[in-house]
């Protein structure tokens, strides 16, 4: 019977998509699922951004978008660097717009897609799938 | 912003979704059509019956 591999290497292999979507996959050879990945969560991401979606601090006045919060650091690098950038900042007049709900619908989405493609490599790695 | 259409934003979005399911699930070609079409029918009917909803009790 083949030796597992540790935790530990199957967290070093499905971490690295916290910087580029896709990027474990691409690491463990999956190159077309990856840039597939890489097309889908991007395209997610850059539309809840361009209808005016928010990146959440974690300081949000509201519960709920503390909790969109959670969901968006999925995303990882691209997270904090358009909160560093300034990217969809929380602007309390666009709360009001009739796309912000839908905005931050595409952002929370794209998050939470980035983090099942965490647990996915995660899988591969420890031999749960092909 | 790039457009206020709310129709077009949810197919966008359901495509999104269907896509990233069908090539995260796929074994094959077929199963990944398969996927795609099945979740894209669901969250564009699904969608539709909860608008409906929406506009049906809002009088």
Request: charged fraction near 10%.
């Amino acid at each position: 019977m083949p030796a597992r591999p540790s935790s530990w290497k199957a967290a070093a292999y499905s971490l690295p998509t916290l910087l580029v979507p896709g990027l474990s996959h691409w690491v463990l050879g999956r190159r077309r699922r990856a840039a597939a990945f890489f097309c889908i969560v991007g395209l997610t991401f850059a539309f809840g951004l361009l209808l005016d979606g928010a990146l959440f601090p974690f300081s949000a006045p509201n519960w709920l978008y503390r909790l969109a919060a959670v969901a968006q650091v999925g995303l990882g690098a691209p997270y904090f660097i358009g909160r560093l950038v300034g990217l969809g900042n929380l602007n309390p007049t666009e709360v009001a717009n009739v796309m912000f709900g839908y905005g931050n619908t595409f952002l929370v989405t794209a998050g939470l897609m980035n983090m099942l493609l965490i647990m996915d490599a995660f899988d591969i790695v420890v031999g749960r799938k092909e | 912003m790039i457009f206020r259409d709310h129709f077009l934003t949810l197919v966008i979005f359901s495509v999104l979704v269907a896509l990233f399911f069908g090539v995260l699930n796929h074994r094959d070609r077929h199963s990944f059509v398969i996927s795609v079409c099945k979740t894209l029918a669901w969250m564009v009917l699904g969608s539709l019956a909860f608008a409906y909803l929406m506009f049906w009790t809002g009088h």
